[in-house]
């Protein structure tokens, strides 16, 4: 009995189709509609972002775009695909070229490493490891300078900086307050009470009111 049990679960993992290996230009040429980050070939499913991670990825964006595009610097936005290694491909939640930057090709994965790349963690520990361990090897093998990581579950932003060994240290941690002196962007402050003031902005933890209640002004 037992080791008929075995061997129906090894039939059943030899029998499951094998998952379709990309090449990044694969990756890059899919349809916009087709989520995915490009992880060793394999397209790996991508996190559902919630309204507090698109509201702190919005005011990330509208920060750096009010601080670098006038000096001759360039944001991207989420659904940029780099390609970081040479069969992974990433999309940062946002990136930045600074001024006399190389900057990245119109079309295509891109293969300049921006100057920063920033992530907001999710709330599950698999794509919070993502975020952590995966992406923090890999953007440190594209060359990425700055990373910068921001976990809304504990309100802190971190900031690391590339070393000349290749690895991340930390420059800068902040939970609140006005960050001045911002490494790599002197002259840009981040205020971080007024991020999170936004955050509380959104409704309810979690559900959906009842009809009446959505109707009623």
Do not use: C, N
Not at 39 to 53: F, Q
Not at 97 to 104: A, D, I, T, V
Not at 119 to 129: G, H, K, T
């Amino acid at each position: 009995m037992v080791q008929g049990a075995v061997v129906i679960r090894q039939s059943a993992v030899s029998e499951a189709p094998a998952r379709r290996r990309l090449t990044l230009a694969d990756w890059t040429s899919l349809p916009e509609d087709e989520p995915g980050e490009l992880v060793d070939g394999v397209l790996a499913e991508e996190e559902v972002p919630d309204a507090v991670h698109e509201v702190i990825v919005a005011w990330v964006i509208g920060v750096l775009r009010s601080w670098l595009v006038a000096r001759g610097g360039l944001v991207l936005g989420s659904e940029a695909k780099f390609a970081v290694t040479s069969s992974s491909g990433r999309k940062p939640d946002a990136s930045a070229y600074l001024p006399g930057s190389r900057k990245p090709p119109r079309r295509g994965a891109i293969r300049v490493p921006p100057d920063i790349m920033v992530e907001v963690l999710s709330p599950s520990p698999r794509d919070a490891r993502r975020d952590r361990v995966e992406k923090l090897h890999e953007y440190a093998l594209f060359g990425v300078r700055w990373y910068w990581l921001i976990d809304p579950q504990a309100a802190t932003l971190d900031l690391l900086e590339l070393g000349a060994d290749g690895r991340y240290v930390h420059a800068h941690a902040a939970a609140d307050g006005v960050v001045s002196g911002v490494p790599g962007l002197e002259g840009l402050t981040l205020d971080l009470d007024a991020l999170w003031d936004e955050v509380e902005r959104l409704g309810p933890e979690s559900g959906e009111a009842p009809l009446g209640e959505q109707r009623s002004e």
